[in-house]
């Protein structure tokens, strides 16, 4: 399954934008999508996470800023992306969890990843 994001680019700081991924194709189900970071030089960490059954999870960071929703039609996750601050300057990389048929092991899937810079 190849994930595909759009929605990077470049934002003043307080600025906005927001990103979008989705899972082209059919499946049993997927159990989470979410998103992920990498900031150069830096590990790859943590944003946001929507779980099948409506759970959400955040990173500190992030927290009162980000939201992130799931259209579970189109197979798509979004996240909001309000108050950026320069530290937010990162690829942002679409991570899914996907299960394909009942009873096999869920798949997770990366996409490509998309720039935000958050920069005056």
């Known amino acids: 399954v190849q994930l595909v994001e759009s929605g990077g680019g470049l934002v003043q700081p307080g600025g906005s934008l927001r990103l979008s991924c989705a899972a082209p194709?059919?499946?049993?189900?997927?159990?989470?999508m979410g998103w992920y970071r990498q900031a150069p030089g830096k590990e790859r960490e943590f944003v946001a996470v929507g779980i099948s059954g409506g759970s959400i999870n955040y990173a500190d960071s992030v927290k009162g800023r980000f939201t992130i929703s799931r259209d579970n039609a189109k197979n798509t996750v979004y996240l909001q992306m309000n108050s950026l601050k320069p530290e937010d300057t990162a690829v942002y990389y679409c991570?899914?969890?996907?299960?394909?048929?009942?009873?096999?092991?869920?798949?997770?899937?990366w996409g490509q990843g998309t720039q935000v810079t958050v920069s005056s």
């Open positions: 194709g059919s499946f049993f189900s997927i159990n989470a």
């Open positions: 991570n899914a969890k996907i299960l394909h048929r009942l009873g096999y092991t869920p798949l997770v899937y």
